[in-house]
């Protein structure tokens, strides 16, 4: 990390954590003025991360996509970028309080867990060298993020579903900046059946690269093998949902599992299996 | 409409993988630069190629970065059918080379060392990978010696094998003669590589490929229709 990557990655951290700090403000004391400052600290922390994404690609003269740093970094970036978006289709702040964090909690895995010489600019190794990178990380970036932000409405889904059993005097005032049951319900759906889209699409310009690089488009590599876990998940989601109906705390259980899924083939696989998708 | 596409497309996928697993095959080859090699000597291959199709390494380097990683393995290979030169290429990883459906990939390499022995034309031999002293009934081995020479031209340890017994051991340097107890001599020229190759075909790989491109129409139509309900 060189200075504008290194100033860029601190306020983005500390953006992302004010933006949390915000939100949750903003469902404690109901007051709009928090929930606007967290979705402008929110912005702001997005704008850096960008900023640390684009300094790292200058540092190190190719797509910032090549190593777990920069993937963490992108995945903190795509989990924003689709939690902006759907605040913005939404119309309520609050999910903010659950979604954030996941992206805070990413920045402070890479600046305490990731060893400096990841963090290093190192020339990429021949296995990367083709026009697959860019699509197949950049898609998992996003799939990745929209699913995180399905998380964050889980998180949400069940924290109404707490609120509504409670009786203190707080719960009336909680409950009516929280979107309905049926509204989280639905825009989680929608966030995992695009990222199921996505996702799909990353497997198949993975398979696509693999063919041109390793001379066949499946091994049951372990990111490949987690991935289709990933993949079938989230498929058994969809369907259950379409076809027998499994809307509300249901598909808020399968929708946990999945994104535990997406990070167990990240980190779970980096540390655990090793296998040809040795960089990140 | 969404749904029924999707689901045809793993049909598709399915019997892609199935045409690969029937009719492809996969193999390795290991070559020093200057080998030709019979495509049928090679196991998985065998009675699947013509019977004259043969593989020319004309090369093998690596591309190194300032640092001293590797940037690029390559392989200047010529695919031979009788004595006619057929294709031609430098291939990469990444840049596979295809001819008339067989696609050959980069895969690897490992370090190999040029031996002359008596009077012999230099011969490479593999690193760990015992060969015959010509005229003799004796099996050398060569391995790389991390504490002399460098790493262009690094010293060697070499053993000698008879019947399984070893019978002689050694120091070997660059262009000085080593006698083998009296019976045999050879002179360590200098490093070199061999480059390890993926054969590979599969006529399933297209009909794999159209499949996901249908998944990904059946997908989308799924989702296009879902992003068009009123939010409730």
């Known amino acids: 990390m060189n200075g504008l990557e290194n100033t860029a990655f601190s306020f983005a951290f500390v953006a992302y954590l004010a933006a949390t700090f915000l939100y949750g403000l ?47 970094l992108g995945f903190a970036w795509g989990i924003i970028g689709v939690y902006l978006f759907v605040e913005y289709r939404m119309k309520t702040r609050v999910a903010g309080v659950f979604v954030v964090p996941i992206a805070w909690l990413i920045m402070a895995y890479i600046a305490i867990l990731i060893p400096p010489s990841q963090k290093l600019a190192v020339p990429i190794m021949p296995a990367l060298k083709s026009s697959w990178l860019t699509l197949h990380v950049f898609t998992a970036i996003v799939s990745y993020g929209a699913f995180a932000v399905s ?13 509504e059993t409670r009786s203190d005097s707080n719960r009336r005032q909680v409950l009516k900046i929280l979107p309905s049951l049926g509204r989280l319900d639905e825009f989680s759906y929608q966030s995992i059946a695009f990222g199921f889209l996505v ?18 488009y499946w091994s049951w590599d372990p990111k490949e093998t987690w991935s289709l876990v990933t993949w079938l998940v989230y498929a058994g ?16 259980v399968m929708a946990l599992i999945g994104f535990a899924a997406v990070l167990f083939t990240f980190f779970g696989v980096n540390y655990f299996l090793p296998g040809f998708h040795s960089y990140a | 409409m969404g749904s029924l596409i999707t689901h045809t497309s793993f049909l598709i996928i399915a019997i892609g993988c199935i045409l690969g697993g029937v009719y492809g095959f996969k193999g390795f080859v290991e070559a020093e630069p200057g080998r030709t090699l019979a495509l049928n000597d090679v196991p998985e291959i065998k009675g699947r190629v013509p019977e004259d199709l043969a593989l020319r390494v004309n090369n093998f380097w690596i591309d190194w970065y300032d640092n001293g990683t590797p940037s690029q393995f390559n392989s200047d290979l010529t695919i031979l059918q009788g004595d006619r030169e057929k294709a031609n290429r430098i291939i990469k990883v990444n840049q596979p080379l295809g001819y008339s459906g067989i696609k050959f990939y980069q895969s690897g390499y490992g370090n190999a060392y040029l031996v002359q022995f008596s009077s012999d034309s230099p011969k490479a031999i593999r690193e760990g990978v015992p060969a015959e002293i010509p005229g003799t009934d004796l099996l050398i081995v060569f391995y790389q010696n991390q504490m002399s020479g460098n790493s262009n031209i690094p010293g060697l340890i070499y053993a000698v094998y008879q019947c399984q ?68």
């Open chain 1, 199 to 216: 996702l799909t699409l990353v497997i198949i310009t993975g398979a696509v690269w693999a063919e041109q690089a390793w001379g066949s």
């Open chain 1, 26 to 72: 903003y469902i404690a004391n109901r007051q709009e003025w928090a929930g606007t400052l967290g979705t402008w600290a929110t912005i702001m922390g997005w704008g850096a991360n960008t900023a640390a994404l684009v300094a790292r690609s200058v540092n190190t003269g190719t797509v910032p996509f090549t190593n777990g740093y920069e993937f963490l």
């Open chain 2, 165 to 232: 017994e070893r019978v002689a051991f050694g120091e070997a340097s660059p262009n000085q003669q080593v006698n083998i107890n009296g019976t045999a001599s050879f002179v360590y020229k200098e490093k070199t590589w061999y480059t390890r190759l993926e054969v590979k075909k599969d006529p399933g790989v297209p009909v794999v490929w159209i499949g996901c491109g249908f998944l990904l129409i059946g997908l989308s139509f799924g989702f296009y229709g879902l992003s068009k309900r009123p939010a409730s």
């Open chain 1, 151 to 163: 998380f964050g409405l889980s998180l949400l889904y069940l924290y109404r579903t707490f609120m």
């Open chain 1, 237 to 252: 989601y969809l369907h259950a949902r379409l076809t027998r109906g499994w809307t509300g705390q249901r598909a808020v």
